[in-house]
């Protein structure tokens, strides 16, 4: 008999989100496809591919997919591993359709774009940097550009953690005053992934939107 401990088995992935492990949790989502808000937001679109933002891109599974569709993509991350991890999974074909920019939240340069992806980055945004971070995203859309991503809720089990951003159900609409929401799905429910040893609350609202023209 081994006296070696059985290896811990891969943690669920908001494990790692909670404490800000973006390499635990690239390692723990890496095999996964786009977003489903992201390819929603693709199937309501009509016309040749555009130019996207993709904030908060981590590892780059958005990013990717939409370079891969023949989109232009600048993908912004604060983490030098996420913008590496991207850079690794696009072929050469792809690869110069996708410029990367490492910065955090408060420093992203954002450019005029078709289409703005942020799937569960913004959250994670610092709650004095949001207000300018959204007004930023708002700004760099084209009139019916699309906006495709997500939002947490006020009944996330996270609310309380002073450095991320939660939204009421109200003020997450209000966000939206100047689009046509699309989509809107708000999930309020326990998390199904081995919720007896890592309970997890979620709130999550899950948009598509179009700005107005
Ligand atoms: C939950 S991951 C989502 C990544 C990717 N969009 C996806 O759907 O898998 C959150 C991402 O936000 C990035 N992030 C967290 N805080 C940030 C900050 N202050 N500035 C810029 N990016 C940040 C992380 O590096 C991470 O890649």
């Known amino acids: 008999m081994s006296d070696t401990p059985p290896k811990p088995g891969p943690l669920p992935a908001h494990v790692y989100a909670r404490q800000r492990d ?72 792809s690869g110069p359709r996708v410029r990367t920019q490492l910065a955090t939240f408060d420093r992203m340069m954002l450019e005029p774009a078709d289409l703005v992806c942020a799937s569960f980055s913004l959250p994670f945004c610092e709650p004095a940097h949001f207000p300018s971070l959204w007004e930023a995203i708002a700004t760099s859309l084209r009139p019916a550009g699309l906006f495709a991503g997500q939002l947490f809720g006020d009944r996330d089990d996270w609310a309380t953690l002073p450095d991320r951003t939660h939204h009421s159900p109200g003020a997450a609409r209000s966000l939206f005053r100047d689009f046509d ?33």
Do not use: N
């Open 181 to 213: 929401i699309l989509f809107w799905q708000e999930e309020d429910r326990a998390s199904r992934v081995d919720p007896a040893r890592h309970p997890k609350h979620w709130h999550v609202y899950h948009i598509v939107a179009r700005k107005l023209a």
């Open 22 to 93: 973006w390499h635990g949790y690239f390692d723990a989502l890496a095999t996964l496809p786009p977003r489903d808000t992201l390819l929603r937001a693709l199937s309501l679109r009509q016309g040749s591919p555009g130019h996207a933002l993709d904030v908060g891109c981590g590892d780059g599974r958005d990013a990717a997919h939409l370079a891969s569709l023949g989109w232009t993509v600048l993908a912004l991350d604060s983490s030098e591993e996420g913008l590496r991890r991207l850079r690794d999974r696009l072929p050469e074909c």
